[in-house]
């Protein structure tokens, strides 16, 4: 059994984490670290998400303060779920120390571009751990969850239809923001009165008081700070990639996107259209995400976070509500293909913190573990 010390252990990531590695035959949970605000209290009375499911064995686990000066000798690997500006700060300061003694797996965007280190989604660039081999930093970012629905759906169609450009919308979920924007938003619906408008709040309430989740749809980051489209676009183009002579040589069709926030809890849905380099029909497409799943089933089938099937297709409206736990979040959802005017046009639909998370990350865990690179 590999021992794990989660790292920001009670924020949504985290939690999903811990629910991702509760009874895993590979993995048992060592450590939880959170802020000084959590540390020394229980989980159940740390965490200000509804952990009531989980078992005493980890509830009544007393939480840890973040020490990153000082690398545990007692767990082989560190999991990475802190607050993304915190991330920032810590992990590229003191992430590659505890991979010299430890396996680091992080769910922030601190490394995921630093050409020495590999973005890795099991079912479309599990090779690219071989980056990691040759520059041996055990270290293996999660990417971008808005990422993972896009990268899922274009990862078949690059070598057979080939891609020329892509565009991309994407309509995401609260939780993407984090555990202070859930807990904000139902602050926000606690006070909304039926039929009218949510009103901002004063500043004083909830962390990010300028914004609000409820009844509404807000471009994620500013005009000229787009952050969230530019990591899509980039970490997108890094997975779809090939590994060569210790490189990641980007894939090279055009891609765009538009990034939202809307008021829905969990799943991040995109719409999709991309201009293929060969023409072909739904039908075609539809044979291409078969052969992809078949192949996946073959390859990671036998990885215990590992779906029944990577893509699902459905013959109807994908639909956030209905149909994130589909394949217990770790699907992707695909829905109306279409083919019009020469465009692929189809919708996808991910869960952000089991895929494009925490159960994501330890999917790719398992595979590093059985192939001997952890
Ligand atoms: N949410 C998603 O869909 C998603 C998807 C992919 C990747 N990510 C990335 O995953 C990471 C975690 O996201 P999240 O949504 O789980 O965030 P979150 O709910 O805001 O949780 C943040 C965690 O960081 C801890 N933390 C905050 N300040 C800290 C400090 N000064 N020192 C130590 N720990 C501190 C918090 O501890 P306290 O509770 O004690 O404050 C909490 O455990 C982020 O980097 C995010 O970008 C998120």
Known sequence: ??????????????????????????????????????????????????????????????????????????????????????????????????????????????????????????????DHARLSEYNKIKIFPQCNCTAVPLTMALKPLQYTVGIEMVFMDSYQSVSGAGAGAVRNW??????????????????????????????????????????????????????????KDGKIVPADFQLDCMCNRVPTLRGHFEHIRVKPKKSCTAEDILSIYQEFNERSKELYGGLPSSPEQALVILDRQPQVRYDVSIGKGMSTVIGEIEIKDGWIRLRALSDNLRKGAAKGSVQVMEYLLREGYI
């Open 186 to 243: 139902a602050v926000e619906r606690a006070k909304s009165e039926l039929g009218k408008m949510p009103e901002p709040f004063p500043s004083g309430i909830g962390e990010n008081p300028e914004v609000v989740y409820e009844g509404n749809v807000r471009p994620i980051g500013e005009r000229d700070s787009r952050d969230e489209e530019k990591k899509v676009v980039e970490e997108t183009l890094k997975m779809l990639g090939e590994y």
């Open 1 to 126: 059994m590999k021992r794990i010390g989660i790292y920001g252990a009670t924020g949504n990531v985290g939690l999903e984490a811990i629910e991702s590695l509760l009874n895993h035959q590979w993995f048992e949970i060592s450590h939880l670290y959170a802020s000084e605000r959590s540390a020394g209290k229980r989980y159940m009375d740390a965490c200000p998400l509804d952990v009531s499911h989980l078992p005493r064995s980890i509830s009544e686990i007393v939480v840890e303060p973040t020490d990153m000066k000082n690398i545990p000798t007692d767990i082989d690997i560190a999991f990475f779920a802190l607050a993304e500006d915190i991330a920032k700060e810590y992990e590229r300061k003191y992430a590659p120390e505890f991979a010299k003694s430890l396996a680091v797996i992080t769910t922030s965007s601190a490394l995921r571009m630093d050409p020495r280190i590999p973005l890795i989604i099991t079912e479309v660039n599990a």
